[in-house]
Nanobody, 121 residues
């Protein structure tokens, strides 16, 4: 079955940068929109950024101008380049993808395992 594997999280100082990656493993499926969400302990998971298969992007107001989402369809991978990081960006970041198996017309939402991003001095 499909798995989304994330990497790139870690500890960074305020004003620094990190790049997150999320690759979809397996075969026999199509991927539409991919995105990144984040969640603090005891809080709701919220959208950070999304990107369609055609490259149209959407960002949360809190990250506009600082984060850039991109994707490589051949590698089935989505990236989140995070710059000018703030302590408020500290959270667990989750990759998300809308996926359709080739044997069905249905679409399903998949989630990565989450990767911790900590912005602190």
């Amino acid at each position: 079955q499909v798995q989304l594997v994330e990497s790139g999280g870690g500890l960074v100082q305020p004003g620094g940068s990190l790049r997150l990656s999320c690759a979809a493993s397996g075969s026999g499926f199509s991927i539409d929109t991919m995105g990144w969400y984040r969640q603090d302990p005891g809080k709701q998971r919220v959208l950070v950024a999304s990107i369609t298969s055609g490259g149209r992007t959407n960002y949360a107001d809190s990250v506009k101008g600082r984060f850039t989402i991109s994707r490589d369809n051949a590698k089935k991978t989505v990236y989140l380049q995070m710059s000018s990081l703030k302590p408020e960006d500290t959270a667990v970041y989750y990759c998300n993808a809308d996926i359709s198996p080739h044997v069905t017309s249905g679409w399903y939402t998949y989630w990565g395992q989450g990767t911790q991003v900590t912005v602190s001095s």
